[in-house]
């Protein structure tokens, strides 16, 4: 059962970062920040918050920042996958099927495929 986020449509974003907001600004200028785009419907009472700060750590542990934004699958059924993948270094399909839009889940994994992003699906 999607989320009510997801249900009405809204983007669910988690900020994974470093401790401070200063820290993080020293690694956007230094490009030590990678921007994962998670295809799912964020539910705040399911395993997507561990996925979240899953990233985290493993950002943390080679030194660089995280910044982690989810993206409904509704959004990506709309004809403007390019427009909202595009931004990201890599892209997760997140667990918890059956999603909203097994369509829209479906146009972002092509994405990745087709524009050779590095990828995930659990």
Not at 42 to 52: K, L, M
Not at 96 to 118: D, H, K, N, V, W
């Amino acid at each position: 059962m999607p989320s009510r986020a997801a249900a009405a449509g809204e983007r669910h974003y988690v900020k994974v970062a470093p401790a401070n907001e200063a820290e993080m600004n020293q690694l956007e200028r230094t490009n030590s920040i990678v921007t994962v785009g998670i295809i799912g419907d964020f539910d705040p009472a399911s395993e997507h918050r561990a996925t979240s700060k899953a990233l985290h750590h493993a950002a943390h542990a080679v030194g660089i920042a995280a910044r982690v934004s989810w993206l409904p699958t509704s959004e990506l059924s709309t004809g403007r996958v390019h427009q909202l993948l595009s931004p990201f270094d890599a892209l997760w399909a997140a667990p918890g099927s059956p999603y909203a839009s097994m369509g829209g889940a479906l146009c972002g994994i092509r994405f990745a495929r087709e524009q050779g992003r590095p990828f995930v699906g659990t």
